[in-house]
């Protein structure tokens, strides 16, 4: 289809002015990206991490935050990956599929469709996968992840993902939904931890396991850049020199919080790391309400999928926020890296709920 440049309209975090952005239209191109530093500077972070195969065959993972953008007068929110500093901008085909907009490469220009034409959009093994699936159809969640195992078809363990739709509205303190769980069979991968801790702690902490730890040194150290690592833990009585890095960690979902059971005593550490590691998994709403959290590997048996899968979601369900109005849970539906979505029944939560408050 060839490529040529486009505007791309993208509202800064906080609301305000749009900000117009040269992008390259590239069909070939699945998620639209956006480098570091105009994510930065727009107040955007990564809210979940998502696996790529690039030009050259290798697979590589990288950040994908929710973006809201503009394109010929239309607003909605898109995926967006992040890539590096000075990368160049893409418009990739969910972004178009979601205009319900195609590349006229001849004219330079970007034509409205019918919905379904943007189909075309998506590669052949995507479009065969796709087949298996009736889009219309709510399934039971033993039968989405048969699906999601039969459509698998990239070269690598994708990642598979529940998002949901919520009826909370996150700006109110009340409505916010955080919590963690270790899930029973853990994510498929080992964690980089973290620990800010000093004294008996930090020994603690080093017997433990730890990938880094350290107090005042390693403060400065996050403080300066520094966040080669996933999980961060913290005893309390580090939480004052800590409190400082909110900046840093806050954004990437990084902070030790106690709610999120990462602030703990010094003799809980080992406790906290071996979870850390074995699959303790953080679930939160994001600006538009949605949770997106992993829950294992499409290599796992469909047994440990649906066990993962069912204590994730029997978290989130307990963890509705006391302010919560209305209809919690609107849409539920488990993906991989590379397939389509599969829609579940939502009343497969109310029932779960239920279940809970007998």
Excluded: W
């Excluded at 330079?108 to 075309?120: P, R, S, Y």
């Excluded at 048969?146 to 529940?162: I, N």
């Excluded at 806050?250 to 030790?256: A, E, Q, S, V």
């Amino acid at each position: 289809m060839g490529t040529f440049e486009h505007t791309l309209e993208i509202e800064p975090a906080q609301g305000g002015a749009f900000l117009a952005v040269e992008a390259l239209v590239d069909t070939g191109a699945t998620f639209s990206r956006l480098p570091a530093d105009i994510v930065e500077r727009l107040g955007y972070v990564a809210t979940r991490r998502k696996s790529f195969v690039i030009g050259d065959g290798r697979t590589v993972e990288m950040g994908v935050c929710d973006v809201k953008v503009r394109m010929d007068g239309e607003t909605t929110t898109t995926p967006v990956m992040i890539g590096d500093v000075n990368t160049q901008p893409l418009i990739g085909a969910v972004t178009l599929e979601q205009f319900l907009v195609a590349p006229d490469s001849v004219n330079q220009k970007l034509i409205k469709v019918e919905g379904l034409l943007m189909m075309a959009l998506h590669g052949k093994k995507y479009m065969a996968a796709a087949e298996k699936l009736e889009p219309e159809k709510n399934y039971e969640p033993r039968a989405a992840i048969a699906l999601l195992k039969q459509m698998s078809y990239a070269q690598f363990d994708e990642t598979v993902e529940l998002h949901i739709r919520t009826g909370l509205d996150s700006r109110h303190a009340e409505q916010q939904l955080r919590g963690t769980i270790v899930l029973p069979h853990g994510l498929g991968k080992s964690q980089r931890v973290l620990v800010f801790a000093e004294g008996e702690g930090l020994r603690i902490a080093e017997e433990a396991g730890a990938d880094e730890v350290g107090g005042d040194a390693l403060v400065k150290k996050v403080e300066g850049g520094y966040l080669d690592f996933q999980v961060a833990l913290a005893t309390k009585e580090m939480m004052g020199k800590v409190g400082r890095l909110g900046r840093v960690l806050g954004p990437r979902g990084l902070m030790p919080n106690p709610r999120t059971n990462t602030v703990v005593e010094a003799e809980d550490l080992p406790r906290a790391i071996r979870d850390a590691k074995q699959g303790r998994v953080e679930f939160r709403t994001d600006r538009t309400n949605l949770v997106h959290v992993p829950f294992g590997k499409i290599s796992f048996s469909e047994e440990a999928l649906y066990e993962n899968f069912s204590a994730l979601l029997e978290a989130i369900v307990r963890g509705r926020p006391s302010g919560a109005k209305g209809q919690y849970i609107h849409s539920i539906t488990v993906t991989t890296t590379m397939s389509p979505g599969v829609r579940l029944d939502p009343q497969i939560a109310a029932e779960m709920g239920s279940a809970a408050n007998a």
